[in-house]
């Protein structure tokens, strides 16, 4: 028979992370950690060059952490360093390379169900991101291009000329990266940055000035051609340029099927409805990290959704 469990937590990014440590200091007896990809923060490995600047806050907001997990600004390497301490705890069983599908609840307890079989628990949070499942333009990728059209900067080999596409913080730090070993470009529909955090701003206007790469405002692309195994990007100006590589950073989406799935009730915009303690519309299964968010959060409101989901929880147990 399968293990029964106090608490079990879905999603190894930080939210994840900061539920297994809360869980662990509120003396919840037995906890599972599920993470799909083969180790915890996927997205930190996959979307991050090395060296590459982790922040606690986002869009320069500064939020006070609560709770029993400290965060501070760092690498990517020190930020896994990190998170790897903090799960490095007997109490804490984890489940990788195991993808969820769905959760489940009757008679009081919840089966998650997922590609290595079901567990079941008595609460459930999930804290899963968004960047597993990254937008796409409207316009189609041809097959032809999955190559040298991409999601993440880390297919380029370097002294190519690459377009980047995206408005957010991630596109802005992906181009001022790669411009170190590649003539790069920024194209971003809009006629100024609202998105992005106030170092992010800095950054882009002083390469920008400098010359260290181009950007281009207020231009939208039509489509995008295969030329010789290169890109050719359709401008909605009428006119079109050739580029090596295009690294699309447009953000990521809600997960509307696993919600639907698991019985969470979602508002017009297909976003998760839930309460102050970040409790859905099915009691007993929470919500943490970047799913609570539209348009992305930060690290630390992630170990604070942690913390407060905790204290409910535990209040509730009472």
């Given at each position: 028979?399968?293990?029964n469990y106090d608490l079990i937590i879905v999603g190894g990014g930080p939210g994840g992370i900061a539920s297994a440590v809360e869980a662990s200091l509120f003396k919840i007896n037995s906890m599972l950690f599920i993470e799909?990809?083969?180790?915890?923060?996927q997205t930190i490995r996959q979307y991050y060059k090395d060296s590459k600047r982790v922040d606690k806050n986002w869009k320069g907001q500064t939020v006070n952490l609560v709770g029993n997990v400290e965060f501070f600004d760092g690498t990517k390497e020190s930020t896994l360093d990190y998170f790897e301490t903090l799960l490095d705890s007997d109490g804490i069983d984890t489940q990788f390379n195991t993808e969820v599908d769905r959760v489940i609840k009757e008679n009081g307890i919840f089966t998650v169900v997922t590609s290595n079989g079901n567990?079941?628990?008595?609460?459930?949070?999930?804290?899963?991101?968004?960047?597993?499942?990254?937008?796409?333009?409207?316009?189609?990728?041809l097959r032809t291009l999955k190559e040298v059209a991409n999601f993440n900067p880390?297919?380029?080999?370097?002294?190519?000329?690459?377009?980047?596409?995206?408005?957010?913080?991630?596109?802005?730090?992906?181009?001022?990266?790669?411009?170190?070993?590649?003539?790069?470009t920024l194209s971003y529909r809009r006629t100024e940055f609202s998105k992005i955090n106030d170092i992010n701003q800095e950054m882009i206007k002083e390469y920008d000035q400098r010359e260290r790469l181009r950007v281009r405002y207020g231009i939208d692309i039509d489509s995008i051609e295969n030329k010789e195994g290169k890109v050719k990007v359709n401008y909605s100006n009428g006119f079109s340029t050739i580029?090596?590589?295009?690294?699309?950073?447009?953000g990521g989406?809600?997960?509307?099927?696993?919600?639907?799935?698991?019985?969470?009730?979602?508002?017009?915009?297909?976003?998760?409805?839930?309460n102050k303690q970040y409790e859905t519309s099915v009691k007993g299964l929470y919500l943490a990290g970047d799913i609570i968010y539209n348009n992305g959060g930060s690290i630390a409101m992630a170990i604070?959704?942690?913390?407060?989901?905790?204290?409910?929880?535990t209040k509730t147990a009472k």
């Open positions: 028979m399968s293990k799909k990809g083969e180790n915890h923060s567990f079941h628990a008595k609460n459930v949070i999930v804290a899963i991101g968004r960047m597993g499942k990254p937008n796409k333009p409207s316009y189609k990728i880390y297919e380029s080999r370097g002294h190519e000329k690459i377009l980047v596409v995206g408005g957010g913080d991630s596109a802005v730090e992906y181009a001022c990266q790669l411009s170190t070993i590649n003539n790069v580029y090596d590589r295009v690294i699309y950073a447009l989406t809600t997960p509307v099927d696993f919600l639907q799935k698991s019985d969470i009730d979602i508002d017009e915009n297909k976003q998760p409805i839930f604070n959704h942690a913390y407060d989901v905790l204290t409910d929880i």
